[in-house]
């Protein structure tokens, strides 16, 4: 997940090519596992994110900032824009 992102331009990518990319055949099941995997990541590191309206924190802000599904993109999905911290740690890590 990490890897196709921060390899997709500019390291954004929607909802949809996220799960194309993983095989997924909805989008639903990619944003699944992408926030499990966030939220591991916001627990090892002690991230405390803000709660929304519902009271539960959106897990993937820990890896992405997010633009609500934009015109400009090809399928009009949510994209995700990934941290730029951890594009710098992927790429140091040669993981991306």
């Known amino acids: ?6 390899r997709a331009p500019a390291h954004i990518i929607t909802t949809q090519q996220l799960a194309q990319e993983l095989g997924y055949s909805h989008y639903i099941a990619a944003s699944g596992q992408y926030g499990t995997l966030a ?13 929304t ?3 539960e924190p959106h897990w993937w802000r820990t890896l992405s900032v997010g633009n609500d599904g934009a015109p400009q993109t090809d399928d009009g999905n ?3 824009i ?7 740690a992927l790429q140091e890590m040669r993981w991306a």
């Open 53 to 55: 309206p519902s009271g």
């Open 82 to 88: 990934m941290r730029p911290e951890l594009v710098q």
């Open 1 to 6: 997940m990490l890897r196709s992102q921060c």
């Open 39 to 51: 939220h591991h990541i916001a627990d090892a590191l002690h991230i405390v994110l803000p709660r």
């Open 78 to 80: 949510y994209e995700w």
